[in-house]
């Protein structure tokens, strides 16, 4: 079955850095576009980037030139390096794919804070 585990996430500091990381299995990840969303409390899930199985990526206008998506075809890695954080970059971070219909990872939170 489609798995997709997130970790990576912590408490860090504004202006600091994360790496997020998903290991995707039970499907063929090469084929798949992928995408990273968030959810802050209170707020709507929201897609942060996204990345096509060729490796055409977009971003959310507010994590523009900050963070950067990627993918490791040959490990089913998706990754999410997260540059510049800001406060209200906190929130729990998911790996989304579309086989059939949408899966979701169970997400790891990022707390950004001073």
């Known amino acids: 079955q489609v798995q997709l585990v997130e970790s990576g996430g912590g408490l860090v500091q504004p202006g600091g850095s994360l790496r997020l990381s998903c290991v995707a299995s039970g499907f063929i990840f090469r084929i798949y576009s992928m995408g990273w969303y968030r959810q802050a409390p209170g707020k709507q899930r929201e897609l942060v980037a996204a990345i096509s199985s060729e490796g055409t990526t977009n971003y959310a206008d507010s994590v523009k030139g900050r963070f950067t998506i990627s993918r490791d075809n040959a490990k089913n890695t998706l990754a999410l390096q997260m540059d510049s954080l800001k406060p209200e970059d906190t929130a729990v971070y998911y790996c989304?794919?579309?086989?059939?219909?949408?899966?979701w990872g169970q997400g790891t939170q990022v707390t950004v804070s001073s």
């Open positions: 989304n794919v579309r086989v059939g219909t949408l899966r």
